[in-house]
């Protein structure tokens, strides 16, 4: 089973996803945290060509205020991962989990594509068809105000400034983000994902408990 957390820029995803494979191996089964570099297929050939498109995507140096390379540029490189994913999930993971815990998915990527340049959601998804997904998406749904509250390491893109976000970080963020939670928030409707609402109220241990809840259901389905 392929567990993945959606959610904005600091909505929580990595905590979800650690708390989660903890609770999963507490209780007997394999489970592992799928993160880009933990996506090794154990031929020399295929890990280099990823390693290569990590480094396309995700690369060492910080990111610039500006690029003038357009969102189509990393739309597809990320299609191309995520597809990448695909055959991974079903050749290698089986027989190293029961249970593979992504804290992110292509859902933020469309999104956020959507929001940039416009493109139809109908669209995104035909890109991302024969990309890995999950059976299990739970949305980590916060305001922004609070996830910026939560972190200090915000990136260019994180805050809005390559689609236009000029304000202070802290305003440009919040719009931006805004604006991507509004988009994921209708995906989550369409595709009938579990919510759950990140507030200062809710401790990492009732997170735990939420999270945990909706995966064992989804497992004993």
């Known amino acids: 089973m ?48 990823l390693q290569q ?19 189509q540029f990393y739309l597809f490189l990320l299609a191309a991962w995520f597809s990448a994913l695909r055959p991974y999930a079903a050749d290698v993971l089986p027989e190293r989990c029961d249970v593979a815990v992504m804290d992110r998915s292509y859902f933020r990527v469309m999104a956020k594509a959507h929001l940039r340049i416009g493109l139809d959601l109908p669209w995104l998804h ?11 998406v739970i949305l980590l749904d916060i305001d922004p105000a609070l996830a910026w509250q939560r972190r200090s390491d915000f990136r260019a893109t994180e805050i809005g400034r390559w689609d236009g976000f000029a304000a202070d970080p802290a305003q440009a963020f919040c719009g931006y983000q805004g604006s991507v939670r509004s988009v994921l ?19 990492p241990s009732q997170l735990g ?5 909706l995966a064992l259901a989804a497992l004993a389905k």
């Open 53 to 71: 498109l990590r480094t396309l995507i995700w690369p060492a140096e910080p990111e610039p205020e500006h690029d003038p390379l357009d969102a």
């Open 126 to 136: 035909a890109l991302f068809a024969d990309a890995l997904q999950p059976d299990l």
């Open 2 to 49: 392929i567990i993945a957390f959606e959610g904005i820029d600091g909505a929580g995803k990595s905590l979800a996803s650690r708390l989660l494979c903890e609770r999963l191996a507490a209780r007997g089964l394999r489970a592992q945290l799928l993160t880009r570099d933990s996506v090794v297929f154990g031929d020399p050939f295929t890990d280099q060509r």
């Open 185 to 203: 928030t209708t995906i989550a409707a369409q595709q009938r994902w579990p919510v759950v609402l990140q507030t200062t109220a809710l401790s």
């Open 209 to 213: 408990d939420a999270i945990e809840a």
